[in-house]
């Protein structure tokens, strides 16, 4: 069991469509990271969300901490095909020393 | 800079053979960490570095050791290597407070164990 959970796993929009990806847990995080990975490359950092409630936007993306800080959501506003990638969530939860991914989501965005 | 750098890239190796996978930064950071990367499972923390001279357990060490050289460099070895570690392995550092400061990685090592 993934102390993460991803969702939904696999995404084929169109371009210019919009799109929601999820990132749920049980236990509480003291913040929550989201990077993008392209193919055969390492993941680069896209934003941390601390407070729980934040939202915070990125150009088309809006990320959102949930309130009880278990959650978190990615949205993407008409997506391009520089949007393609795998996006991972990530944090350390308040038990401490301990750094957990999320299963990840694999975006295709099709011109 | 060239920011993480990991060797080799690929990597092929027989049940029972071991290797040692190199990393090193440029960066001038004081953390560093292993990852695996499984299809369905992200990335999954095998050990970590805090500082120079200390290490710590992740989410999925048996079977590894490591060692922090020096600032710079943090090596993972795989004594007797099993098909179950066939994954892609990442390095990464933060510059300051370990784990949650944004972490920086090295483009991988693509490991095949046969």
């Known amino acids: 069991t993934q102390l993460l959970e991803q969702s939904p796993q696999f995404l084929s929009i169109q371009e210019g469509e919009n799109l929601t990806v999820y990132c749920n847990s049980s236990?509480?995080?003291?913040?929550l990271q989201w990077y993008r990975q392209e193919p055969g490359e390492g993941p680069v950092l896209l934003v941390t969300?601390?407070?729980?409630?934040e939202v915070k936007k990125l150009k088309r993306l809006t990320f959102q901490f949930g309130d009880a800080r278990k959650d978190s959501s990615l949205h993407i506003t008409a997506a391009q095909p520089g949007d393609t990638g795998l996006y991972l969530c990530?944090?350390?939860?308040?038990?401490?020393?301990?750094?957990?991914f999320g299963t990840g989501t694999s975006l295709t965005v099709i011109p | 800079n060239a920011g993480v750098t990991q060797t080799p890239k690929f990597q092929v190796l027989k049940t029972g053979q071991s290797m040692t996978l190199q990393c090193a930064q440029d960066?001038?950071?004081?953390?560093m960490y292993w990852y695996r990367q499984d299809p369905g499972m992200g990335l999954r923390l095998i050990y970590y570095?805090?500082?120079?001279?200390?290490?710590d357990k992740g989410e999925v060490p048996n079977g590894y050791n490591v060692s922090r050289l020096n600032k710079r460099e943090f090596s993972l070895r795989l004594e007797s290597a099993a098909p179950s570690q066939t994954s892609v392995y990442f390095c990464?550092?933060?510059?300051?407070?370990?784990?949650?400061?944004?972490?920086?990685f090295g483009p991988g090592t693509r490991l095949t164990v046969l």
């Open positions: 990464a550092s933060t510059l300051n407070k370990p784990l949650t400061d944004t972490q920086y």
């Open positions: 236990s509480v995080f003291s913040s």
């Open positions: 969300v601390v407070t729980g409630g």
């Open positions: 990530a944090g350390e939860p308040n038990t401490g020393n301990q750094f957990y």
């Open positions: 960066m001038n950071h004081n953390s």
């Open positions: 570095s805090a500082s120079e001279g200390t290490t």
